[in-house]
């Protein structure tokens, strides 16, 4: 290949740019093995630790664990301190990596990096035969890290901002109502509402049959299966109306016909019912 033409300083540029994406990307695994074997957990004290002491908290190999430290150092994870050699999980890191509830968790959406990788193979078959990818061919980490990235914002938002935003919608659910959540995945958000609200009943949907299982397997867990039931169906022929009130948290932009999925939830809802859409703002 000829240089002739090239600025280097464009170049040299662009390979900065590479060095930060690479480390980024040499990080993400790194991250979800911090999340899986309990690693930011044992630092949420905020204490410093040595790899040693880490290793042992954990029942990790100190060799790994040293070599892992050193990584989330260097990418700002964690702070090292280089007279003591001890490494510390600052409480603000603690709050995006090791506390599930906290509304800046984050490993969630590394576990959704994961799947785009893993999946990446039957991806690029599909630019040569142009056929589409389902939700449902994609890799479990796709479903568990949807679940885990969206759910501390539903636990944020959902019964204390968003549902009270809608008129009259807490006063019927306080009453008792029914209420259905399209595309409820692993049944977050459908769980969260039946705690908060007793006296209502809820059915949540999703057309992929794993998700199904793994929300009803959530609700028994949770104690609310008595009052929350899981269906597999499609935003186009889920039923069991009429209901006072029909939710569709963050799916509405991946359905191949939003238009079809809207008009059957009118034909689903109570005449005073109430649909709550809740999207990323996408233009």
């Known amino acids: 290949m000829s240089a002739t033409g090239i600025d280097e300083a464009k170049l040299e540029q662009f390979m900065g740019q590479f060095v930060g994406d690479l480390g980024a990307a040499m990080t993400a695994p790194l991250v979800l093995i911090g999340d899986k074997l309990g690693l930011y957990k044992a630092m949420a004290d905020g204490e410093p ?5 880490l290793a042992e908290r954990t029942n990790c190999r100190e060799r ?12 700002g994870y964690v702070e090292y301190d280089a007279a003591e050699g001890t490494f510390r999980l600052p409480p603000e890191q603690a709050m995006a990596l090791a506390d599930e509830d906290s509304p800046a968790f984050i490993p969630g959406a590394f576990q959704l990096v994961a799947a785009v990788v893993k999946d990446e193979p039957h991806i690029a078959e599909r630019f040569r035969s142009g056929e589409g990818f389902g939700w449902h061919e994609h890799h479990h980490d796709l479903y568990a890290g949807t679940e885990r990235f969206f759910r501390p914002g539903y636990l944020a938002n959902l019964v204390n901002a968003w549902l ?9 659910l306080s009453a008792g ?6 595309g409820c995945g692993h049944g977050a958000s459908t769980i969260l509402m039946a705690e908060a609200f007793p006296a209502s ?7 992929h049959e ?3 299982q793994a929300a009803r397997a959530a609700a028994e867990r949770s104690g609310v299966a008595d009052r929350v039931s899981f269906e597999v169906a499609s935003a186009k022929d889920f039923g069991g109306g009429p209901f006072d009130l029909v939710c569709v948290f963050d799916a509405l932009h991946d359905m191949g016909d939003p238009t079809g999925a809207a008009r059957h939830v009118r034909e689903q809802m109570a005449a005073e019912g109430t649909w709550m859409v809740v999207e990323p703002v996408g233009g």
């Open 177 to 182: 109502a029914r209420v259905a959540d399209i």
């Open 210 to 212: 794993d998700s199904v």
């Open 49 to 53: 630790v040595t790899p040693q002491q």
């Open 64 to 75: 790994y664990i040293r070599e892992w430290l050193c990584n989330q150092a260097a990418s």
């Open 201 to 207: 009943q809820f059915v949540g949907s999703d057309y």
């Open 164 to 172: 009270p935003a809608l008129d009259g919608v807490v006063e019927k």
